[in-house]
Protein backbone atom coordinates (compact mmCIF):
# COMPACT_ATOMS: atom_id res chain seq x y z
CA UNK A 1 0.00 0.00 0.00
CA UNK A 2 1.64 3.59 -0.71
CA UNK A 3 1.87 6.41 1.56
CA UNK A 4 -0.79 8.53 0.09
CA UNK A 5 -3.28 5.08 0.44
CA UNK A 6 -2.12 4.79 3.92
CA UNK A 7 -2.85 8.80 5.16
CA UNK A 8 -6.56 7.98 3.03
CA UNK A 9 -6.86 5.35 5.16
CA UNK A 10 -6.02 6.60 8.72
CA UNK A 11 -7.97 9.80 7.56
CA UNK A 12 -11.39 7.76 6.63
CA UNK A 13 -11.02 6.33 9.97
CA UNK A 14 -10.53 9.73 11.95
CA UNK A 15 -13.69 10.78 10.04
CA UNK A 16 -16.03 7.79 10.89
CA UNK A 17 -14.71 8.63 14.42
CA UNK A 18 -15.57 12.21 14.18
CA UNK A 19 -18.73 11.67 12.55
CA UNK A 20 -19.95 9.19 15.18
CA UNK A 21 -19.30 11.98 17.82
CA UNK A 22 -20.95 14.46 16.00
CA UNK A 23 -23.88 12.38 15.75
CA UNK A 24 -24.26 11.51 19.40
CA UNK A 25 -23.91 15.20 19.97
CA UNK A 26 -26.89 15.96 17.50
CA UNK A 27 -28.76 13.51 18.75
CA UNK A 28 -28.80 15.05 21.95
CA UNK A 29 -29.45 18.15 20.91
CA UNK A 30 -32.14 17.31 18.61
CA UNK A 31 -33.31 14.95 20.70
CA UNK A 32 -33.86 12.40 18.08
CA UNK A 33 -31.47 9.75 16.33
CA UNK A 34 -28.78 10.67 13.98
CA UNK A 35 -26.43 8.72 12.07
CA UNK A 36 -23.46 10.26 10.40
CA UNK A 37 -21.65 8.55 7.59
CA UNK A 38 -18.49 9.55 5.48
CA UNK A 39 -18.50 7.66 1.95
CA UNK A 40 -15.44 9.88 0.78
CA UNK A 41 -12.19 10.87 2.45
CA UNK A 42 -10.14 12.36 -0.38
CA UNK A 43 -7.00 14.67 -0.84
CA UNK A 44 -7.81 17.59 -3.04
CA UNK A 45 -5.00 20.46 -4.52
CA UNK A 46 -5.45 23.70 -4.30
CA UNK A 47 -6.20 24.66 -7.89
CA UNK A 48 -9.06 21.66 -8.07
CA UNK A 49 -10.75 23.34 -4.98
CA UNK A 50 -13.34 25.27 -6.24
CA UNK A 51 -14.20 22.47 -8.59
CA UNK A 52 -14.56 19.81 -5.74
CA UNK A 53 -16.82 22.03 -3.97
CA UNK A 54 -19.60 22.21 -6.69
CA UNK A 55 -17.94 24.69 -8.97
CA UNK A 56 -17.25 28.14 -9.13
CA UNK A 57 -20.86 29.43 -9.86
CA UNK A 58 -22.61 26.84 -8.18
CA UNK A 59 -24.73 28.95 -5.26
CA UNK A 60 -24.22 27.27 -1.75
CA UNK A 61 -24.38 28.16 1.72
CA UNK A 62 -20.93 27.80 3.20
CA UNK A 63 -19.35 28.44 6.71
CA UNK A 64 -15.66 29.37 7.42
CA UNK A 65 -14.03 28.57 10.21
CA UNK A 66 -9.63 28.47 11.64
CA UNK A 67 -7.90 25.68 13.13
CA UNK A 68 -6.19 26.52 16.11
CA UNK A 69 -3.53 25.26 18.31
CA UNK A 70 -0.35 22.91 17.48
CA UNK A 71 -1.82 23.14 13.98
CA UNK A 72 -3.04 25.84 11.77
CA UNK A 73 -5.37 26.11 8.91
CA UNK A 74 -9.41 26.27 7.62
CA UNK A 75 -12.33 24.50 7.55
CA UNK A 76 -15.44 25.03 5.08
CA UNK A 77 -18.55 23.46 5.21
CA UNK A 78 -20.73 23.13 2.05
CA UNK A 79 -24.13 22.45 1.41
CA UNK A 80 -26.88 23.63 -0.60
CA UNK A 81 -28.84 25.78 0.00
CA UNK A 82 -31.98 23.67 0.71
CA UNK A 83 -30.34 21.61 3.14
CA UNK A 84 -29.47 24.58 5.09
CA UNK A 85 -33.13 25.29 6.01
CA UNK A 86 -33.65 21.70 6.53
CA UNK A 87 -30.90 21.53 8.93
CA UNK A 88 -31.89 24.93 10.33
CA UNK A 89 -35.68 24.49 11.04
CA UNK A 90 -34.31 21.43 12.99
CA UNK A 91 -32.08 23.34 15.19
CA UNK A 92 -34.20 26.16 15.55
CA UNK A 93 -36.78 24.15 17.22
CA UNK A 94 -34.18 22.33 19.33
CA UNK A 95 -33.82 26.17 20.85
CA UNK A 96 -37.74 27.15 21.27
CA UNK A 97 -36.94 29.84 19.31
CA UNK A 98 -39.86 31.64 17.47
CA UNK A 99 -38.94 31.84 14.19
CA UNK A 100 -40.53 34.50 11.88
CA UNK A 101 -40.15 35.39 8.38
CA UNK A 102 -37.88 38.66 9.40
CA UNK A 103 -35.81 36.47 11.59
CA UNK A 104 -35.41 33.28 10.00
CA UNK A 105 -32.66 33.74 7.63
CA UNK A 106 -30.32 34.91 10.53
CA UNK A 107 -31.72 31.86 12.32
CA UNK A 108 -30.59 29.61 9.76
CA UNK A 109 -27.08 31.15 9.47
CA UNK A 110 -26.81 30.65 13.07
CA UNK A 111 -27.82 27.08 13.02
CA UNK A 112 -25.28 26.05 10.24
CA UNK A 113 -22.50 27.74 12.21
CA UNK A 114 -23.47 25.80 14.96
CA UNK A 115 -23.66 22.49 13.02
CA UNK A 116 -19.77 23.01 11.46
CA UNK A 117 -18.91 23.44 15.13
CA UNK A 118 -20.17 20.57 16.24
CA UNK A 119 -18.88 18.88 13.06
CA UNK A 120 -15.23 20.55 13.34
CA UNK A 121 -14.76 20.32 17.10
CA UNK A 122 -15.76 16.51 16.38
CA UNK A 123 -13.54 15.74 13.06
CA UNK A 124 -11.03 17.65 15.03
CA UNK A 125 -10.77 16.30 18.48
CA UNK A 126 -10.69 12.48 17.10
CA UNK A 127 -7.72 13.66 14.69
CA UNK A 128 -5.70 15.38 18.02
CA UNK A 129 -6.32 11.76 19.61
CA UNK A 130 -4.53 10.23 16.59
CA UNK A 131 -1.79 12.60 16.26
CA UNK A 132 -1.49 13.92 20.41
CA UNK A 133 -1.59 17.64 18.37
CA UNK A 134 -3.84 20.38 20.44
CA UNK A 135 -6.28 21.64 17.59
CA UNK A 136 -9.67 23.06 17.88
CA UNK A 137 -12.34 25.49 15.91
CA UNK A 138 -12.38 29.28 15.65
CA UNK A 139 -15.72 31.03 16.04
CA UNK A 140 -17.10 30.02 12.55
CA UNK A 141 -19.15 32.40 9.94
CA UNK A 142 -21.48 31.54 7.65
CA UNK A 143 -23.49 32.75 4.17
CA UNK A 144 -24.92 31.93 1.44
CA UNK A 145 -23.47 33.00 -2.01
CA UNK A 146 -21.17 31.76 -5.13
CA UNK A 147 -18.92 29.44 -3.94
CA UNK A 148 -16.01 30.87 -5.92
CA UNK A 149 -16.73 34.19 -4.29
CA UNK A 150 -16.79 32.84 -0.43
CA UNK A 151 -14.20 30.54 -0.66
CA UNK A 152 -12.05 32.61 -2.61
CA UNK A 153 -12.42 35.49 0.33
CA UNK A 154 -11.61 32.65 2.82
CA UNK A 155 -8.59 31.82 1.22
CA UNK A 156 -7.39 35.15 1.10
CA UNK A 157 -8.70 36.24 4.56
CA UNK A 158 -6.29 32.96 5.79
CA UNK A 159 -3.97 33.37 4.10
CA UNK A 160 -3.07 30.13 2.80
CA UNK A 161 0.29 28.49 1.85
CA UNK A 162 -0.78 24.90 1.86
CA UNK A 163 -0.63 22.53 -1.04
CA UNK A 164 -3.85 20.67 -0.33
CA UNK A 165 -7.22 20.09 0.99
CA UNK A 166 -8.68 17.43 3.35
CA UNK A 167 -12.36 16.34 1.80
CA UNK A 168 -14.45 14.82 3.58
CA UNK A 169 -17.81 13.66 2.09
CA UNK A 170 -20.53 14.34 5.36
CA UNK A 171 -23.93 12.69 4.98
CA UNK A 172 -26.60 13.19 7.80
CA UNK A 173 -29.68 11.06 8.63
CA UNK A 174 -31.56 12.17 10.88
CA UNK A 175 -34.96 10.67 12.64
CA UNK A 176 -37.94 7.75 12.09
CA UNK A 177 -38.79 10.11 8.77
CA UNK A 178 -34.86 9.39 8.05
CA UNK A 179 -34.45 13.05 6.39
CA UNK A 180 -30.87 13.15 4.75
CA UNK A 181 -28.26 16.38 4.71
CA UNK A 182 -25.45 15.58 2.47
CA UNK A 183 -22.27 18.22 2.60
CA UNK A 184 -18.82 18.69 1.92
CA UNK A 185 -16.27 19.39 4.99
CA UNK A 186 -12.76 20.87 3.76
CA UNK A 187 -9.87 20.93 5.73
CA UNK A 188 -7.32 23.58 4.63
CA UNK A 189 -3.92 23.19 6.41
CA UNK A 190 -1.49 25.77 6.54
CA UNK A 191 1.95 24.07 4.67
CA UNK A 192 3.58 23.70 7.89
CA UNK A 193 0.43 21.80 8.98
CA UNK A 194 0.00 18.58 6.95
CA UNK A 195 3.30 17.02 7.16
CA UNK A 196 3.13 17.54 10.63
CA UNK A 197 -0.13 15.63 11.03
CA UNK A 198 1.01 12.85 9.12
CA UNK A 199 4.41 12.57 10.81
CA UNK A 200 2.43 12.58 13.66
CA UNK A 201 0.28 9.63 12.13
CA UNK A 202 3.06 7.84 11.82
CA UNK A 203 3.04 8.29 7.71
CA UNK A 204 6.56 9.86 6.04
CA UNK A 205 5.13 12.14 2.85
CA UNK A 206 7.43 11.27 0.03
CA UNK A 207 9.92 13.90 -0.86
CA UNK A 208 9.61 15.00 2.79
Given at each position: ?32 P????VP ?6 F???L ?29 E ?17 S ?52 L ?23 G???S ?20 S ?8
Amino acid sequence: MGTREVELDILKEVGTIGGGNAATALSSLLKTPVQISVPLVQMVPFPELLEAAGGEEKVAAVTFLRIAGHISGSIFFVLEPEEMQTVGRALVESWNISRTPENEQDLFASALCELTNILAGSYLSALSDFTGLYMMPTVPSSAVDMIGALLSEGLIEAGLEGDEAIMIDTNMTKGEHQSQMAGRFFMLPDAHSLPKIFASLGVQESGA
